[in-house]
Protein backbone atom coordinates (compact mmCIF):
# COMPACT_ATOMS: atom_id res chain seq x y z
CA UNK A 1 0.00 0.00 0.00
CA UNK A 2 2.80 2.16 0.75
CA UNK A 3 4.67 1.30 -2.79
CA UNK A 4 1.52 2.38 -4.56
CA UNK A 5 0.68 5.73 -2.87
CA UNK A 6 4.36 6.75 -3.20
CA UNK A 7 4.35 5.91 -6.76
CA UNK A 8 0.90 7.65 -7.26
CA UNK A 9 2.45 10.84 -5.81
CA UNK A 10 5.23 10.59 -8.32
CA UNK A 11 3.05 10.60 -11.02
CA UNK A 12 0.73 13.11 -9.80
CA UNK A 13 4.09 15.47 -9.37
CA UNK A 14 5.29 14.11 -12.74
CA UNK A 15 1.69 15.07 -14.26
CA UNK A 16 1.64 18.66 -12.38
CA UNK A 17 5.98 19.63 -13.79
CA UNK A 18 4.81 18.44 -17.25
CA UNK A 19 1.23 20.31 -16.90
CA UNK A 20 3.71 23.81 -16.17
CA UNK A 21 5.83 23.33 -18.98
CA UNK A 22 3.05 22.95 -21.44
CA UNK A 23 1.73 25.75 -19.94
CA UNK A 24 4.33 28.02 -20.04
CA UNK A 25 5.36 26.84 -23.80
CA UNK A 26 2.34 27.55 -25.38
CA UNK A 27 1.81 30.45 -23.61
CA UNK A 28 5.00 31.67 -24.75
CA UNK A 29 4.87 30.78 -27.92
CA UNK A 30 0.95 32.74 -27.92
CA UNK A 31 2.66 36.17 -26.27
CA UNK A 32 4.75 36.54 -29.53
CA UNK A 33 2.00 36.21 -31.84
CA UNK A 34 0.44 39.04 -33.62
CA UNK A 35 -1.31 37.94 -36.93
CA UNK A 36 -3.31 34.95 -36.52
CA UNK A 37 -6.20 36.85 -34.98
CA UNK A 38 -7.37 40.46 -33.85
CA UNK A 39 -7.19 39.22 -29.95
CA UNK A 40 -3.49 38.55 -30.51
CA UNK A 41 -3.12 41.79 -32.73
CA UNK A 42 -4.19 43.95 -30.39
CA UNK A 43 -2.64 42.43 -27.25
CA UNK A 44 0.89 43.00 -29.29
CA UNK A 45 0.59 46.32 -30.56
CA UNK A 46 0.70 49.65 -28.87
CA UNK A 47 0.18 53.51 -29.55
CA UNK A 48 -1.81 53.00 -32.54
CA UNK A 49 -4.11 56.04 -34.02
CA UNK A 50 -7.73 55.23 -35.00
CA UNK A 51 -10.16 57.79 -36.01
CA UNK A 52 -12.93 55.00 -35.80
CA UNK A 53 -12.69 51.75 -34.52
CA UNK A 54 -15.51 49.30 -34.75
CA UNK A 55 -16.66 46.73 -32.03
CA UNK A 56 -19.55 43.88 -32.13
CA UNK A 57 -20.41 40.34 -33.51
CA UNK A 58 -20.62 39.24 -36.60
CA UNK A 59 -23.15 41.85 -37.54
CA UNK A 60 -20.37 44.45 -37.06
CA UNK A 61 -17.73 42.20 -39.02
CA UNK A 62 -19.65 41.93 -42.16
CA UNK A 63 -21.63 44.83 -42.29
CA UNK A 64 -18.96 47.91 -41.84
CA UNK A 65 -16.83 48.14 -44.52
CA UNK A 66 -13.50 49.63 -43.29
CA UNK A 67 -11.69 50.64 -46.78
CA UNK A 68 -15.11 52.94 -47.05
CA UNK A 69 -13.98 55.26 -43.90
CA UNK A 70 -10.76 55.06 -45.27
CA UNK A 71 -11.47 56.33 -47.99
CA UNK A 72 -12.83 59.91 -46.64
CA UNK A 73 -9.87 59.81 -44.62
CA UNK A 74 -10.72 58.14 -41.20
CA UNK A 75 -8.10 55.47 -40.22
CA UNK A 76 -10.05 52.34 -39.41
CA UNK A 77 -10.27 48.94 -37.77
CA UNK A 78 -13.29 46.76 -38.03
CA UNK A 79 -12.91 44.93 -34.52
CA UNK A 80 -16.11 43.05 -35.38
CA UNK A 81 -15.77 39.26 -34.05
CA UNK A 82 -17.88 36.32 -35.74
CA UNK A 83 -19.79 34.82 -32.69
CA UNK A 84 -18.98 37.59 -30.01
CA UNK A 85 -20.32 39.23 -27.68
CA UNK A 86 -20.54 42.58 -25.49
CA UNK A 87 -18.06 40.63 -23.00
CA UNK A 88 -15.66 40.21 -25.69
CA UNK A 89 -16.28 43.62 -27.23
CA UNK A 90 -15.49 45.46 -24.05
CA UNK A 91 -13.03 43.39 -23.15
CA UNK A 92 -11.03 44.05 -26.37
CA UNK A 93 -11.55 47.69 -25.82
CA UNK A 94 -10.03 47.92 -22.01
CA UNK A 95 -7.02 46.32 -24.07
CA UNK A 96 -6.83 49.03 -26.50
CA UNK A 97 -6.61 51.69 -23.33
CA UNK A 98 -4.05 50.28 -21.57
CA UNK A 99 -2.26 49.78 -25.04
CA UNK A 100 -1.74 53.73 -25.31
CA UNK A 101 -4.37 53.35 -28.35
CA UNK A 102 -5.75 57.30 -29.26
CA UNK A 103 -9.43 56.71 -30.60
CA UNK A 104 -11.50 59.38 -31.51
CA UNK A 105 -14.86 57.28 -32.45
CA UNK A 106 -16.11 53.71 -31.14
CA UNK A 107 -18.42 52.21 -33.12
CA UNK A 108 -20.38 49.45 -31.74
CA UNK A 109 -23.06 47.75 -32.55
CA UNK A 110 -25.57 46.93 -30.48
CA UNK A 111 -28.18 44.88 -30.83
CA UNK A 112 -29.35 41.09 -30.62
CA UNK A 113 -26.42 40.93 -27.64
CA UNK A 114 -27.97 43.30 -25.83
CA UNK A 115 -30.46 40.40 -24.68
CA UNK A 116 -27.17 38.67 -22.57
CA UNK A 117 -24.23 39.40 -20.27
CA UNK A 118 -22.45 36.28 -20.36
CA UNK A 119 -19.01 35.42 -22.75
CA UNK A 120 -18.83 33.37 -25.64
CA UNK A 121 -16.57 29.92 -25.03
CA UNK A 122 -14.73 30.27 -28.75
CA UNK A 123 -14.11 34.24 -28.75
CA UNK A 124 -13.29 34.54 -24.79
CA UNK A 125 -11.11 31.61 -24.78
CA UNK A 126 -8.86 33.54 -27.11
CA UNK A 127 -8.20 36.21 -24.26
CA UNK A 128 -7.01 32.86 -22.05
CA UNK A 129 -3.11 32.87 -22.96
CA UNK A 130 -2.89 36.38 -21.72
CA UNK A 131 -4.91 35.06 -18.03
CA UNK A 132 -1.04 35.90 -16.10
CA UNK A 133 -0.15 38.40 -17.79
CA UNK A 134 -2.69 41.15 -18.24
CA UNK A 135 -4.28 42.48 -14.99
CA UNK A 136 -6.61 43.92 -17.29
CA UNK A 137 -8.05 40.37 -19.05
CA UNK A 138 -7.71 38.94 -14.99
CA UNK A 139 -10.32 41.46 -13.81
CA UNK A 140 -12.48 40.73 -16.58
CA UNK A 141 -13.16 37.20 -16.11
CA UNK A 142 -12.26 37.06 -12.29
CA UNK A 143 -16.51 36.72 -11.56
CA UNK A 144 -16.56 33.82 -13.90
CA UNK A 145 -17.68 30.77 -12.51
CA UNK A 146 -15.17 28.52 -14.08
CA UNK A 147 -12.23 31.50 -13.02
CA UNK A 148 -10.28 29.71 -10.60
CA UNK A 149 -9.97 26.27 -12.63
CA UNK A 150 -8.90 28.59 -15.40
CA UNK A 151 -6.65 30.85 -13.44
CA UNK A 152 -4.63 28.61 -11.13
CA UNK A 153 -4.59 25.11 -12.54
CA UNK A 154 -1.81 24.92 -15.22
CA UNK A 155 -2.85 23.74 -18.92
CA UNK A 156 -5.83 23.89 -17.75
CA UNK A 157 -7.54 26.60 -20.03
CA UNK A 158 -5.80 25.01 -22.61
CA UNK A 159 -7.16 21.38 -22.47
CA UNK A 160 -10.62 23.20 -21.70
CA UNK A 161 -10.45 25.37 -24.81
CA UNK A 162 -8.69 22.85 -27.03
CA UNK A 163 -10.48 23.29 -30.62
CA UNK A 164 -9.56 27.39 -30.03
CA UNK A 165 -6.30 27.44 -27.96
CA UNK A 166 -5.51 23.96 -27.96
CA UNK A 167 -2.11 22.02 -30.15
CA UNK A 168 -3.34 22.77 -33.66
CA UNK A 169 -3.81 26.45 -32.84
CA UNK A 170 -0.41 26.35 -30.92
CA UNK A 171 1.72 24.74 -33.55
CA UNK A 172 0.07 27.36 -36.55
CA UNK A 173 0.95 29.87 -34.30
CA UNK A 174 4.43 28.83 -33.91
CA UNK A 175 4.80 28.65 -37.32
CA UNK A 176 3.41 32.03 -37.46
CA UNK A 177 0.90 31.01 -39.93
CA UNK A 178 -1.20 34.22 -40.81
CA UNK A 179 -5.04 33.74 -40.85
CA UNK A 180 -7.92 36.26 -43.25
CA UNK A 181 -8.79 37.93 -40.26
CA UNK A 182 -7.25 40.72 -40.43
CA UNK A 183 -7.54 41.57 -44.14
CA UNK A 184 -9.49 44.32 -45.18
CA UNK A 185 -8.94 45.93 -41.92
CA UNK A 186 -10.88 43.70 -40.04
CA UNK A 187 -13.83 43.77 -42.19
CA UNK A 188 -14.91 40.27 -43.73
CA UNK A 189 -17.21 40.33 -46.97
CA UNK A 190 -20.39 38.34 -47.52
CA UNK A 191 -20.84 36.55 -51.10
CA UNK A 192 -24.41 36.77 -52.42
CA UNK A 193 -24.66 33.13 -51.83
CA UNK A 194 -27.83 33.21 -50.12
CA UNK A 195 -28.74 31.10 -46.54
CA UNK A 196 -31.00 30.76 -44.21
CA UNK A 197 -33.52 33.74 -44.88
CA UNK A 198 -35.63 33.20 -42.18
CA UNK A 199 -35.36 34.18 -38.70
CA UNK A 200 -37.41 34.22 -35.25
CA UNK A 201 -36.00 36.55 -32.73
CA UNK A 202 -39.71 36.65 -30.54
CA UNK A 203 -38.01 35.31 -27.94
CA UNK A 204 -34.91 37.49 -27.38
CA UNK A 205 -35.34 40.13 -25.03
CA UNK A 206 -32.70 43.28 -24.49
CA UNK A 207 -31.84 43.13 -20.59
CA UNK A 208 -32.71 46.47 -18.77
CA UNK A 209 -29.04 46.58 -17.35
CA UNK A 210 -26.43 45.17 -19.72
CA UNK A 211 -23.01 45.09 -17.77
CA UNK A 212 -20.95 45.01 -20.66
CA UNK A 213 -22.66 47.72 -22.91
CA UNK A 214 -22.48 49.87 -19.57
CA UNK A 215 -18.74 49.26 -19.46
CA UNK A 216 -18.31 50.45 -22.87
CA UNK A 217 -19.93 53.51 -22.94
CA UNK A 218 -18.28 54.14 -19.91
CA UNK A 219 -14.73 53.79 -21.46
CA UNK A 220 -15.47 55.97 -23.86
CA UNK A 221 -16.44 58.55 -21.74
CA UNK A 222 -13.46 58.12 -19.42
CA UNK A 223 -11.48 58.57 -22.24
CA UNK A 224 -13.05 61.25 -24.39
CA UNK A 225 -14.37 58.70 -27.09
CA UNK A 226 -16.38 59.82 -29.25
CA UNK A 227 -19.66 56.96 -28.82
CA UNK A 228 -21.91 55.33 -31.69
CA UNK A 229 -24.29 52.70 -30.52
CA UNK A 230 -26.01 51.59 -34.11
CA UNK A 231 -28.25 48.50 -34.62
CA UNK A 232 -27.79 47.15 -38.18
CA UNK A 233 -30.14 45.91 -40.84
CA UNK A 234 -32.04 42.37 -40.76
CA UNK A 235 -34.14 40.36 -43.32
CA UNK A 236 -37.83 41.08 -44.35
CA UNK A 237 -39.00 37.62 -42.88
CA UNK A 238 -37.61 38.34 -39.21
CA UNK A 239 -40.57 37.21 -36.85
CA UNK A 240 -40.44 39.73 -33.68
CA UNK A 241 -38.53 42.29 -35.13
CA UNK A 242 -39.84 44.90 -32.81
CA UNK A 243 -36.50 43.59 -30.68
CA UNK A 244 -35.29 46.49 -32.04
CA UNK A 245 -37.91 49.14 -30.44
CA UNK A 246 -37.75 47.33 -27.30
CA UNK A 247 -34.31 48.70 -27.29
CA UNK A 248 -34.61 51.92 -28.53
CA UNK A 249 -37.02 52.36 -25.57
CA UNK A 250 -34.48 50.73 -23.04
CA UNK A 251 -31.69 52.33 -24.84
CA UNK A 252 -32.71 55.89 -26.36
CA UNK A 253 -29.08 56.55 -27.05
CA UNK A 254 -28.53 53.84 -29.74
CA UNK A 255 -29.78 54.68 -33.54
CA UNK A 256 -31.77 51.69 -34.81
CA UNK A 257 -30.60 50.88 -38.55
CA UNK A 258 -32.12 47.84 -38.57
CA UNK A 259 -34.73 48.75 -41.69
CA UNK A 260 -32.23 50.75 -43.69
CA UNK A 261 -31.36 47.93 -45.85
CA UNK A 262 -34.49 45.64 -46.22
CA UNK A 263 -34.76 44.10 -49.69
CA UNK A 264 -33.41 40.22 -49.34
CA UNK A 265 -31.12 40.50 -52.59
CA UNK A 266 -28.64 41.97 -49.88
CA UNK A 267 -28.58 39.98 -47.41
CA UNK A 268 -26.39 37.02 -47.73
CA UNK A 269 -28.74 35.62 -44.80
CA UNK A 270 -31.19 36.63 -42.45
CA UNK A 271 -28.96 38.71 -40.00
CA UNK A 272 -26.13 39.14 -42.53
CA UNK A 273 -25.69 41.64 -45.23
CA UNK A 274 -23.68 40.66 -48.40
CA UNK A 275 -20.66 42.63 -49.39
CA UNK A 276 -23.58 44.99 -51.78
CA UNK A 277 -25.38 45.01 -48.34
CA UNK A 278 -22.68 46.56 -46.12
CA UNK A 279 -21.47 49.12 -48.33
CA UNK A 280 -25.32 50.62 -48.45
CA UNK A 281 -25.21 50.69 -44.78
CA UNK A 282 -21.71 52.03 -44.38
CA UNK A 283 -22.45 54.46 -47.08
CA UNK A 284 -25.47 55.71 -44.54
CA UNK A 285 -23.64 55.53 -41.51
CA UNK A 286 -20.90 57.81 -43.21
CA UNK A 287 -24.00 60.29 -44.55
CA UNK A 288 -25.57 60.39 -40.92
CA UNK A 289 -22.34 60.84 -38.66
CA UNK A 290 -19.01 61.92 -40.49
CA UNK A 291 -20.25 63.46 -43.12
CA UNK A 292 -18.43 66.49 -42.33
Not at 96 to 105: A, F, H, L, T, W
Not at 109 to 138: C, M, T, W
Not at 260 to 289: P, Q
Request: net charge positive; charged share 25%; with cysteine.
Amino acid sequence: MKKFLLFSLKILILTIVIAVALDFIYTAVYLKSSNRGKIDHIYNSKNENYDVVILGSSRANNHFVAQMFEDKGLKTFNYGMSGGHLFEASLLLKMMVERNYKIKNVILEADLNLSNSHRDNGISSKFLPYLHQSEIVKKHFSHEDDFLELYYIPFYRYIKFDERIGFREFWNTLLKKKTNTLDNKGYYPLVNKKGNMKNNIVNLKPLVHNQYYEEIKQICKANNINFIAVMTPMCENTKGINYFEKVKKLYPEIHNYENVVIEDKYFSSCGHMNDTGARMFTARILKDFFNK
